[in-house]
């Protein structure tokens, strides 16, 4: 029964019927996933297991209202982020660089396509690690270590001019890999927001 609900119209029409077998494949395939997704954006184990619970809960709470035309996986992902939002809001108040932290991530959640945070991620850490030696060790000084481009250049020993022309050059190769999003993965990569500095 389990490979008729692969079928999004199928699960859904399921789920809308309240069939509760549809609704155990729903979370043994989806569970992991979005937990591994909602860590990425809480790097808390518990909060992030609580905001999954409460995302499945409310799916089967609101199964009624689900559209049989829109990808199941997708509503998953964004009721997920939203999920996340709202603890976010109650736990605590959002500096202005956390309401841009936030911007970036809602930025690359909203895009119809589904796998796309995780493809794009993994393509970003595939991407750095294959960028030119010297060009990934400045990028990584930059955004993983935040340090300026004068701090780079001193402690390369190399000129500012070329600490520029590295990073340039990294932003163009990530790029072509993940298009105007690179800014919001990185966001979710490195975590911090105080390090960034964009060029």
């Given at each position: 029964m389990s490979t008729l609900y692969k079928d999004?119209?199928?699960?859904?029409?399921?789920?809308?019927?309240?069939?509760e077998s549809a609704y155990a494949y729903l979370v043994n395939t989806y569970n992991r996933a979005l937990f591994v997704y909602v860590l990425s954006l809480t790097n808390d184990h518990d909060?992030?297991?609580?905001?999954?619970?409460?995302?499945?809960?409310?799916?089967w709470l609101s199964r009624k209202k689900l559209n049989l035309n829109y990808s199941i996986k997708s509503f998953l992902y964004k009721a997920a982020y939203n999920e996340f939002i709202n603890q976010y809001h109650k736990n605590r108040a959002i500096s202005n660089l956390?309401?841009?932290?936030?911007?970036?991530?809602?930025?690359?959640?909203?895009?119809?396509?589904?796998?796309l945070l995780e493809r794009k991620i993994a393509l970003v850490n595939k991407?750095?690690?294959?960028?030119?030696?010297?060009?990934?060790?400045?990028?990584l000084l930059s955004k993983k270590e935040g340090l300026t481009?004068?701090?780079?250049?001193?402690?390369?020993?190399?000129?500012?001019?070329?600490?520029?022309?590295?990073?340039?050059?990294?932003?163009?190769?990530?790029?072509e890999n993940v298009g105007n999003?690179?800014?919001?993965?990185?966001?979710?990569?490195?975590?911090?927001?105080?390090?960034f500095r964009f060029n």
């Open positions: 999004n119209t199928i699960l859904i029409s399921h789920l809308k019927k309240g069939d909060q992030s297991e609580d905001v999954v619970q409460n995302v499945f809960f409310k799916v956390e309401k841009v932290y936030m911007e970036a991530l809602e930025e690359v959640v909203d895009d119809k396509n589904s796998d991407g750095i690690k294959q960028l030119p030696r010297k060009c990934k060790e400045t990028f481009n004068i701090e780079i250049a001193e402690h390369l020993g190399v000129s500012i001019k070329t600490v520029e022309g590295h990073l340039t050059k990294a932003y163009y190769l990530l790029r999003q690179l800014k919001g993965i990185l966001f979710i990569l490195f975590g911090d927001p105080n390090k």
